[in-house]
């Protein structure tokens, strides 16, 4: 039977949004991984055979697909494409039962587990007709499914039909379908999207340990109660409550900021051990209490958390307190990770291209190669350094322990390099780069993950401007101090010295060896980076920019350096002079002297929070 080739885009809107809806690490995991599967579910649909992009065996997928799709004569593009997204649909509806199952609260929502497969592209209309729930009608009302297709013509330009099939696409994203939702007015919202009514709630605990009003009068009529997973008095909507019960396969939940932050100090099970052995049960265990601040009577309370006497709690606390290795400290801050690639848009389109390069041979090439570093990035990333969250694409987004970020951004910018850059470099223009530029937050493990995960990608736009005329491939880094100071920082990951000199200066190196003097006891103290601020500000313009010769600065500095070095005898003088090296490399490459600034007080910052003879 004869069949007709059509391009094939299909895309899921607004991943990020969804994804970074997140008040656990946890819902940022799972709405990543949600995202992943029921691509997947749609690429399986396909046929993952006739797929360009992604890499049809990536374990993390992005929020679209392109495919190459024979479709036999006389069968309808338009029923086709329906079936595709009908099967995403009913992909959803089963990731749904699932959690509303594990979560003990299936029988309470009234949703038909054979219905989704009547439903057609107005689901949600359908859905309201069938039953008056509010979760139903928010499960049915996500996600927003865009696809377009056109025939493909193998003699033809197949650049310019790629461009067409994004065009389609762009304008269909533009007048926006959407599901009219009657919800209950004045209910409260749901804690993680902030959007939908929150029909899902924990009970509040009072300092007695009694629990308050349930349900709370400004929750919808329909409120239930969910015991677990849910913090006290938090409330969350259907598509919500999906994301923090979602789990697939064995694994185990997420872990936590305070986990993250405790990497390289909980390096076994013991915690694990003491923890129950503490608390009774083998449940999931919050690392949050490893923290002595937290074991307070009314902090388990509220928490719901019992113990056996009066004098546990203070047990609790030393025997915690051993499990610190001598050597380390128990930092509260961890690391948040994320890059996105560089122009990716001109490189999909081959716009970057040299002009004998086939462009949809090179798409398939390409995804290969993201995959080959996603599979490295996702397995270097754990351990003691941290967690992937996701790696799809040319996008990325991980937790990483503090003792161990600049090794981290190193080791993930040279893989980067390796295994996409180098093996596909010969396709590209001249001084063309396949390059990304990344956003790196440091925060208290108590801060909002919404504020922390907002602050990098701001970091990551933020960096990729400033760098735009000089090709980008940089990152912006902050430290958000539980005070409420933020203190940021922009780099690029490499910088030519001059035209004249072929030689990259590589900027995380030279932050590695900053903090490794400054947390050596033979080093330097951080008195040069106070003093050489202090004395900068004084003549520093409203632009952080310093209008004196290069040369008194250099020396200045160096002379500052001299005065902070632990060193003394025939070996301080050369100690100085190699530092002086790196710190002035560093001060050159920074532009501005206020971020040069910045950029020695994270330093400072970093070795306080991981050194153990730090206060």
């Known amino acids: 039977m004869s069949s007709t080739q059509y391009l094939f885009l299909f895309t899921i809107a607004s991943p990020q949004a969804f994804i970074s809806q997140a008040r656990k690490t946890h819902d940022l995991y799972a709405g990543s991984a949600i995202i992943s599967e029921l691509i997947d579910a749609a690429m399986v649909a396909v046929g993952k055979e006739h797929v360009i992009f992604p890499n049809k065996d990536s374990s ?19 029923e086709f494409g329906n079936k595709i997204e009908l099967e995403v649909r009913k992909q959803w509806h089963e990731i749904a039962v699932r959690a509303f199952k594990k979560a003990e609260v299936f029988k309470e929502i009234n ?18 007709s069938h039953t008056s729930s509010i979760a139903a009608c928010q499960i049915a009302e996500f996600p927003d499914i865009y696809w377009s297709a056109i025939p493909y013509n193998e003699n033809g330009n197949y650049k310019d039909q790629h461009d067409k099939l994004n065009g389609l696409l762009g304008g269909i994203k533009n007048v926006r379908k959407f599901c009219q939702l009657h919800e209950t007015d004045g209910s409260r919202k749901c804690a993680l999207d902030g959007e939908r009514t929150a029909i899902f709630y924990r009970p509040s605990i009072d300092d007695n340990g009694n629990v308050k009003q349930s349900p709370p009068p400004f929750l919808s009529k329909e409120g239930i109660i969910v015991n677990s997973n849910l913090d006290t008095g938090e409330a969350l909507s259907a598509v919500s409550l999906v994301k923090r019960f979602y789990k697939k396969g064995k694994g185990n939940k997420f872990s936590s900021t305070a986990q993250i932050a405790l990497l390289n100090i909980l390096t076994d099970n013991t915690f694990e051990v003491e923890y129950n052995k503490s608390f009774g049960g083998d449940g999931d265990v919050d690392y949050q209490l490893f923290y002595e601040e937290n074991l307070s009577e009314k902090n388990l309370i509220r928490q719901g958390i019992k113990r056996k006497n009066d004098k546990q709690l203070d047990e609790i606390k030393k025997l915690f307190k051993k499990l610190i290795p001598d050597n380390k400290k128990a930092t509260k801050y961890y690391a948040l990770l994320l890059f996105d690639g560089d122009s990716f848009g001109k490189l999909w389109s081959g716009d970057t291209l040299n002009d004998d390069v086939e462009l ?39 937790f990483v322990n503090l003792s161990c970020l600049f090794d981290v951004m190193k080791y993930l910018r040279e893989a980067f390099d390796k295994d996409v850059h180098l093996l596909l470099k010969e396709n590209l223009k001249p001084d063309e780069k396949i390059t990304f530029t990344a956003g790196v937050v440091i925060a208290h493990y108590k801060a909002p993950l919404g504020e922390v995960l907002k602050k990098a990608h701001a970091l990551e ?32 990951f490499k910088i030519v010295k001059s035209e004249n000199d072929v030689i990259d200066v590589e900027s995380v190196p030279l932050i590695q060896r900053v903090v490794k003097q400054l947390q050596s006891k033979e080093g330097f103290s951080n008195t040069f980076i106070k003093m050489f601020e202090r004395e900068m500000q004084k003549v520093m313009d409203k632009e952080g920019r310093v209008n004196i010769s290069p040369v008194a600065i250099s020396a200045e500095l160096k002379r500052l350096l001299g005065r902070s070095s632990k060193q003394s005898g025939k070996e301080k003088e050369e100690e100085i002079n190699g530092f002086f090296s790196v710190v002035d490399s560093l001060r050159q490459i920074s532009g501005k002297t206020s971020n040069f600034h910045s950029i020695l007080n994270i330093c400072d910052f970093i070795k306080r929070e991981t050194s153990k003879d730090s206060q």
């Open 360 to 398: 949809d041979v090179f798409q398939g090439e390409l995804a290969e190669k993201l995959h080959l570093f996603a599979n490295e990035a996702t397995s270097y990333l754990s351990g003691e350094k941290g967690r992937a969250v996701y790696t799809g694409g040319d996008d990325f987004l991980g």
């Open 111 to 128: 949703i038909d587990e054979t219905l989704l497969e009547t439903l057609s592209l107005n689901g949600c209309t359908k859905l309201i």
């Open 60 to 78: 993390s997928k992005p929020n679209r697909f392109l495919a190459k799709i024979p479709l036999p004569e006389g069968k309808d593009m338009q």
């Open 461 to 492: 736009e933020d960096a990729k401007k400033q760098f735009e005329h000089t090709g980008k491939d940089a990152f912006g880094i902050a430290v958000m101090k539980s005070s409420g100071e933020i203190n940021e920082a922009f780099l690029k």
